[in-house]
């Protein structure tokens, strides 16, 4: 029986990449159980899969970021995480708490990394003129989308992309990288 290692994966939305995750996770080999699901939005459509596949979930409230970050802590020293994936996580976390899980906290970002940290990314692609964009998964850090990058993808932009068309692209390249890193990373 391969040992997963127990993980959990923060969402704020849809969660296209956390069904990915899910999905992968239920194959043998896959190195992450994902044990519990953390939302800072109750209404993240990403907590359908949740139920769905019967993994554990809770909502915490991000207005004060302090008691989310300890509210969060709490439920993952419980369910001994020791891995966390952040998928659309739309909140920055402090120092403090990133300092807890080391370089054990891995994001996905829609774009090629170190071009376009933050939002609107493929809007910044177009208005640039670049001929790729991309995703990268990389892990975090105290600073915005700056931490080392585990891999990239590329996707081609072409005549007449549109910030709709080139997101739909990328979304599907996401959920391929996202998997294929964390075997990679803990094969
Ligand atoms: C994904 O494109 C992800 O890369 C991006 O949000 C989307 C979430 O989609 N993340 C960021 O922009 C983080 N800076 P999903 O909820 O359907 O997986």
């Not at 990133?98 to 891995?106: D, Q, S």
């Not at 670049?130 to 891999?151: M, P, Q, R, W």
Request: charged share 25%; proline share 3%.
């Amino acid at each position: 029986m391969v040992k997963k290692i127990a993980s959990c994966v923060l969402i704020s939305g849809t969660g296209s990449n956390l069904k990915s995750l899910i999905k992968s996770s239920r194959e043998y080999t896959f190195p992450l159980k994902i044990k519990l699901i953390l939302s800072n939005n109750n209404k993240a459509y990403g907590l359908r899969y949740a139920k769905k596949f019967n993994i554990p979930y809770k909502f915490f409230n991000s207005k004060n970021k302090n008691l989310f970050e300890r509210n969060c802590l709490k439920e993952l020293k419980k369910k001994k995480i020791k891995i966390l994936c952040l998928d659309g996580f739309m909140k920055i976390l402090s120092k403090n708490f990133i300092k807890v899980f080391g370089n054990k906290i891995l994001n996905i970002h829609p774009s090629l990394l170190p071009k376009y940290k933050g939002l609107n990314t493929h809007k910044k692609a177009l208005l640039n003129n670049e001929t790729y964009s991309g995703c990268t998964v990389h892990f975090v850090n105290a600073k915005l989308d700056s931490g080392s990058i585990i891999l990239q993808k590329k996707v081609k932009i072409i005549k007449n992309e549109t910030e709709n068309s080139l997101q739909k692209k990328i979304l599907i390249q996401e959920h391929q990288l996202y998997p294929k890193a964390i075997r990679l990373l803990f094969r």
